[in-house]
């Protein structure tokens, strides 16, 4: 089969059977039309060399034939040559694993040839949060929106964004995607869905539902409908806020407050991960309230702390 078919149809299946994510979908597309050019540049180019032949007697577009474990891990390693990521050649290899496994199950190929391909091994590394301390000292909330912030519709949104992902440890794109029918005040919850379409329930701290009311009855004094069916972030209360114009709002905020280092949503997701576990929850608990499918994606926020404790003895111990 025709490369470019076989790969339009996994991806339609990876759509409307796995509901994969938007994101994911992209991510996908982009890596196997990047395939289907190394596999025409390098592979089709090489065996035409290699056997003589002229291309109008020989295939010049890559079909499923092309597809083996020497071509994909060449693929793999044209990438790391290329200096891509660790993180954008693991993507790839998961690509090609499931666009493999597709193929088997289409009856395009007898086995999958991406099976025996590993994944990079990512390397460690500790991710950014604010201590306890930035957080409750400099992060001197009532100080920054003030009065006036409070009569903006931005400083409000901002403010609320703030408690859904330092309060509740929602992702960005998860609050730019909440209505109102998502938040539960009673009982003071909300239903998100993250990635790969879950669903998972989060308790909502106190702050949060102070914050989203607030903004509610902002909203509704201006105009905007806050009914069941709208969502929570809107200008018109049809259409979502983008996610990047969400993505400056907290990026501003962490600015304002002299926080240098990377100012973006994810920062306070970490942060609430990583003060859970300072204060006694444990990984599963956590785990669970971030949406993570594995506990071992969560193990890096014990690290986290970790160094923070190691630190903490090097500083304070005479022998440290």
Not at 141 to 158: C, P, S, T, W
Not at 184 to 200: A, D, P, T, Y
Not at 234 to 244: A, F, Q, S
Request: glycine share 4%.
């Amino acid at each position: 089969m025709n490369f470019s078919i076989a790969a339009n149809n996994f991806l339609r299946y990876l759509e409307t059977q796995k509901n994969c994510s938007a994101h994911t979908l992209r991510a996908y597309a982009r890596i196997l039309d990047d395939l289907e050019i190394f596999l025409k540049t390098n592979v089709i180019s090489d065996d035409l060399l290699t056997n003589s032949l002229e291309p109008a007697n020989h295939k010049t577009e890559p079909t499923t034939e092309f597809l083996d474990t020497n071509s994909m891990r060449n693929y793999i390693w044209s990438l790391k040559e290329n200096d891509k990521s660790v993180a954008t050649q693991s993507q790839a290899v998961a690509c090609l694993k499931s666009f493999g496994k597709f193929l088997v199950r289409s009856l395009e190929l007898p086995h999958n040839p991406a099976t025996i391909i590993k994944t990079p091994k990512k390397p460690k590394r500790l991710v950014s949060f604010l201590s306890q301390k930035e957080i409750s000292e400099p992060f001197k909330i009532d100080d920054i929106f003030n009065a006036e912030l409070y009569e903006n519709a931005n400083g409000l949104r901002a403010r609320t964004l703030l408690e859904l992902l330092y309060g509740a440890g929602l992702r960005i794109a998860e609050c730019a995607s909440l209505k109102w029918s998502s938040i539960n005040f009673s009982e003071r919850l909300v239903r998100v869905w993250g990635k790969g379409n879950k669903e998972r329930v989060v308790p909502l701290t106190h702050e949060a539902l102070n914050w989203l009311d607030k903004f509610r009855g902002f909203q509704t004094e201006n105009g905007v409908p806050c009914e069941n069916k709208n969502p929570v972030f809107t200008k018109d209360g049809e259409t979502p806020v983008n996610t990047r114009q969400l993505y400056n709002d907290i990026h501003n905020l962490l600015r304002s407050i002299g926080w240098e280092g990377k100012a973006s949503p994810h920062i306070l997701r970490h942060t609430f991960a990583t003060h859970l576990l300072e204060n006694g929850a444990n990984i599963v608990t956590v785990q669970k309230l971030l949406g993570h499918s594995s506990p071992n994606t969560t193990q890096i926020y014990t690290h986290v702390s970790a160094e923070q404790l190691k630190k903490a003895l090097k500083q304070a111990h005479p022998r440290g």
